[in-house]
């Protein structure tokens, strides 16, 4: 893996989030993008050279629903960027890790994305990303 790539946070409510999160970066967000796979709306800040992604359920079995329904709102997962995404799928599954896709879907913001389930990863959700060229 090679970096960090965003954080992933679900609010109820993306249009006062960007608004709450624009006052606390002191910056707008610079991307909104609707996510049909997952069925959520995201939009996406940068702080230096790190990426906060908010996002929010279009509908209401979604996970991102479901999610904020058992926690509330809050850090959802941690997303990590990487070089082949086909291969870090096959190594990990090798390594134990309970991978929710044997193939990476279209995630946010032009990336290839698979989800680790939080059972394996000490109950955080973990994304895999990589860069669609
Ligand atoms: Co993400």
Do not use: W
């Not at 999160?21 to 910056?27: H, I, R, S, T």
């Not at 908010?54 to 959802?76: C, N, P, T, V």
């Not at 599954?93 to 032009?110: I, Q, T």
Request: charged share 30%; net charge negative; glycine share 6%.
């Amino acid at each position: 893996m090679k970096h960090i790539e965003h954080i992933g946070i679900a609010v109820k409510n993306l249009d006062d989030a960007n608004k709450l999160y624009a006052k606390l970066f002191g910056k707008p967000s610079y991307k909104t993008e609707v996510v049909e796979s997952e069925n959520v709306k995201t939009s996406f800040f940068k702080v230096g050279n790190n990426k906060i992604e908010l996002l929010e359920a279009m509908e209401e079995d979604s996970i991102i629903a479901r999610f904020i329904q058992k926690k509330g709102e809050g850090i959802h997962h941690i997303a990590f960027e990487v070089e082949n995404i086909n291969e870090e799928i096959k190594r990990l599954k090798y390594e134990g890790f309970v991978v929710l896709s044997d193939v990476p879907k279209k995630g946010a913001d032009n990336k290839l994305v698979v989800f680790l389930h939080p059972i394996s990863t000490n109950g955080v959700l973990i994304e895999l990303c990589q860069e669609i060229i």
